[in-house]
């Protein structure tokens, strides 16, 4: 009986185990040059993040510098919907390992991300801890 339960309980955590080990292994699988879906909530649009750069910094760990591309926003002026490109958005490594959702592709970004690195870098910046959505959320706010 004590046999069958622990049959039953070990069946009912192995999806989430495998859930898990699917988020764990983003990291490991992370390259500069990359694009990844990411957990969001915009029903017509497929934002996208490009993966810029991958530092360690004490104390915060290691940071994963990154491109949001298409995002949708209503413009300011017109109404109308757009895409916009945030050039520099840097993360922790637990926030990318929660939002990231599936490999997309390569590309070359590396010129939307330099300005923003650079004066992150210089203004010894930090990282976000929330999900790159909720960080996209928060930098677009009004405009969404």
């Known amino acids: 009986m004590l046999f069958l339960r622990l049959i039953q309980l070990a069946l009912l955590l192995m999806p989430i185990s495998s859930a898990l080990a699917d988020e764990q292994s983003v990291m490991s699988q992370l390259k500069v040059g990359q694009l990844w879906e990411y957990k969001h909530h915009y029903p017509d649009a497929q934002p996208l993040v490009y993966v810029g750069r991958i530092e360690e910094m004490e104390p915060l760990g290691t940071i994963v510098h990154v491109t949001i591309v298409d ?11 757009v895409q916009i490109v945030i050039g520099h958005m840097p993360f922790m490594a637990d926030a990318i390992e929660g939002s990231l959702t599936r490999l997309v592709g390569t590309g070359d970004r590396s010129k939307d991300i330099e300005d923003g690195y650079a004066v992150w870098k210089e203004a010894e910046g930090g990282a976000f801890s929330l999900s790159v959505h909720e960080a996209v959320m928060a930098t677009v706010g009004d405009y969404q």
């Open 71 to 81: 995002v949708p926003i209503v413009h300011p002026t017109t109404g109308q919907p």
